[in-house]
């Protein structure tokens, strides 16, 4: 009698049985690396995401400190200051007989006058515009020589060269001066947070706000009074939303 081989092989039901476990098993396995690198790209945004609103919160957190003080002022969406150049002391103001100012510097970088030449100098502010040369109640450093009396020590004749009207001004308790230049904005513009004019923060909600105590708010005078500034910075993305809330002490005095 002939003898059969046996055929080893899949039958059509078998291999149809296959394809599918085999193709349950890749879409699970596609399912699970899928959801891994979306996992992975949500945590790189919302690190992206806190990494810049740190540095936000920081970069405004010490120019707010060390801001001339009293020089801010507040619209809507936008906060303006004048940073602290140099900061220095005086022995007296000069008076209708004595036009002549004399001052020191406090500074580590001053080693040529002209680093004071076309900047401002104010005494005791008690508010934004007391920096502006127009309300007389500062001075356009625009002709100051080294003083005689010593090393670090300048002069400018504020009878000659400038609007600046002592009877204005009163003595800074510690006869305190404040030496500065440009002013410093920062605006919400939709979504972004710029610094005069240049995006430096995205992602933001209109629940972002600035407050002091050049506001009409609740709070502005007890901001004005412990010489705070408040910010409120809100970021959403992915529809996370992370909230920084802070009140900056201006760390210097008039």
Known sequence: MRAYAKQAGFTLIELIITIVVIGIMVMGIAGFIELGTKGYADTVDRQ????????????????????????????????????????????????????????????????????????????????????????????????????????????????????????????????????????VSYCLAGSRLERNGVTVGEHLTSESSFASGDTNSPNSDALSRSGLIHIKLSFKQNDETTEYENDIQVLNVP
Not at 65 to 80: D, G, I, K, M, W
Not at 90 to 111: E, G, H, I, Q
């Open 48 to 183: 992206q995401l806190q990494n810049q609103a740190r540095f936000v919160v920081e970069k405004m957190t010490r120019e707010i400190r060390h801001a001339v003080p009293n020089s801010f002022e507040q619209t809507e969406q936008c906060l303006y200051f004048y940073p602290i150049v140099y900061a220095g002391a005086y022995a007296t103001l000069p008076t209708s007989d004595n036009t002549v100012f004399k001052f020191s510097v406090v500074s580590t970088d001053l080693s040529d006058v002209t680093n004071l030449v076309n900047k401002k100098l104010v005494v005791n502010p008690s508010m934004a515009t007391d920096l502006d040369t127009a309300s007389s109640n500062s001075i356009e450093l625009t002709n100051v020589t080294p003083s005689e009396d010593g090393e670090g020590i300048f002069e400018t004749d504020v009878g000659t060269a400038s609007s600046f009207n002592q009877g204005n001004v009163t003595d800074s308790v510690s006869n305190r001066l404040y030496i500065f230049s440009e002013q």
